[in-house]
């Protein structure tokens, strides 16, 4: 569960693959619109999730995992939370 404010008021989902991971010099720009490692990819999928997710007062990130593939962390609150969370 996440923490804000002290208190935990939030659940959790993990998403882990296995795949060869995220390119270093890719993983801060992955939640931009448009941007794409893949030659048929829209660059849409990780920027909407990231719009969606923070539109309701969560956080979203990525990492490599030691061994190969990505994790995706999402956590959103139960409740709006009372601070002001905009970036």
């Known amino acids: 569960l996440p923490i ?3 208190q935990s008021i939030g659940q959790q989902l993990r998403v882990l693959d296995r795949g060869v ?3 270093a010099e890719a993983l801060p720009r992955i939640w931009e619109p448009d941007f794409t490692s893949k ?4 660059g849409l999928g990780l920027a909407l999730v990231g719009q969606v997710v ?3 007062g969560g ?3 990525a990492r490599n ?3 190969g593939g990505t994790e995706l962390l ?3 609150p ?3 939370p009372t601070e002001d969370r905009s970036p």
């Open 4 to 6: 804000y404010g002290g």
């Open 21 to 23: 991971g995220i390119a």
């Open 39 to 42: 030659r048929r990819g829209t």
């Open 54 to 56: 923070r539109a309701h």
């Open 59 to 61: 956080e979203v990130t």
């Open 65 to 67: 995992r030691s061994g």
């Open 74 to 76: 999402v956590r959103l």
């Open 78 to 80: 139960v409740e709006a």
